[in-house]
């Protein structure tokens, strides 16, 4: 029965919360950027190449450490559950070091994007 459990959440959050997440994140970046370019229109500048690099590049690598921690997040996961589910949690536990390395990123991205404003 536990076993059921733990496989429906490991694919529930393989194909559920790890790609929405990723895709919110996208969507976020997406809008913020758009918003930039309306205020920069209204206030009467024009957007030339260079502006668009500029925003394309967003200035930081902190979205980097997103994707990278969203990566190891979406490998560690999966790795985790199905080292649990063959074998006992001493196996399970080196599961654990890709979703730790994930959430280091995560933090260290969350840093970075306070540092930049």
């Known amino acids: 029965m536990s076993g059921e459990i733990i496989g429906f959440l490991?694919?529930?959050?393989?194909?559920?919360?790890?790609p929405v997440s990723a895709l919110l994140y996208l969507h976020k970046i997406k809008t913020k950027k758009m918003d930039t370019l309306v205020k920069l229109v209204e206030l009467?500048?024009?957007v030339d190449p260079d502006m668009m690099k500029m925003l394309s590049e967003g200035g930081g690598s902190y979205k980097m450490d997103y994707k990278w921690?969203?990566?190891?997040?979406?490998?560690?996961?999966?790795?985790?559950?199905?080292?649990?589910?063959?074998?006992?949690?001493?196996?399970?536990?080196?599961?654990?070091?890709?979703?730790?390395?994930?959430?280091?990123?995560?933090?260290?991205?969350?840093?970075?994007?306070?540092e930049s404003e």
């Open 44 to 46: 009467g500048g024009n």
């Open 69 to 114: 921690g969203l990566v190891w997040l979406a490998i560690g996961i999966p790795v985790t559950l199905g080292l649990l589910l063959q074998s006992d949690m001493t196996q399970a536990v080196w599961g654990l070091i890709p979703i730790f390395i994930g959430i280091a990123f995560l933090i260290s991205g969350k840093y970075r994007l306070r």
């Open 10 to 18: 490991s694919v529930f959050l393989i194909f559920g919360i790890v």
